[in-house]
């Protein structure tokens, strides 16, 4: 009896885990390939010899910010969903729908991340970029370092935290973002020279004299 008891909680147990473990992956599964607060990076291009409205003159060909309720913004067609869907998905999705307005259309769609770059460039600032890009080519969006950038004291935080530092050498390497272990939301900080001229150094020498001094008089009284 006791057995058979022990036996029923057991399946039961395992019945539970498998109930709760089936949604979670279907739902895994269906995250797709972007990101609410992310970006799209969409790319078109028109067969040539066409019979349709040119589809350049609309500027189609941009990136776009993911909104909360994971729409983007296009012209033509309005809000559309993309949250949830593939690279190819979303790519198909837009040939059937604009194809409803241009003939020979073909699309490329990839998913961007948001990376705050920090510190000693030019334009520092939020920029949407692909994973697969370089930290050059980031920096590069910030029309590149100031003169007094130290490259060799390039650091990415998260949550306050540092994940990685002195990144010069995976930089010159064309380590990709995603290598480096960039991720969506990080912060990437390039550090300034720290500079001292004689006239400072010797500040700091007087100012030490001094404060010894004033050490050596206390104790004396």
Known sequence: MIKDRSNRQLTSILFLLLFCISPLNSQTSGLGDFRSGDGVRIIVWQE?????????????SNDYIIENDGHILLPLIGEILVLGRSQNELAEYLKDRFGLYASGLHFITKPLIRVALLGAVHKPGL?????????WELIGEAEGPQADANLEKIFISRSGE???EDLLEKTENAYTL???????????????HTSFNWRTLLSFGSFFISLTSLAIQINRQ
């Open 48 to 60: 040539p010899g066409s019979e349709s409205a040119n589809i350049d003159d609309l500027g189609l």
């Open 162 to 164: 540092i994940v990685a």
């Open 127 to 135: 920029y949407l970029v692909e994973s697969n890009s370089s930290l």
């Open 178 to 192: 995603r290598e480096i272990g960039v991720q969506s939301g990080d912060q990437v900080t390039v550090l300034q």
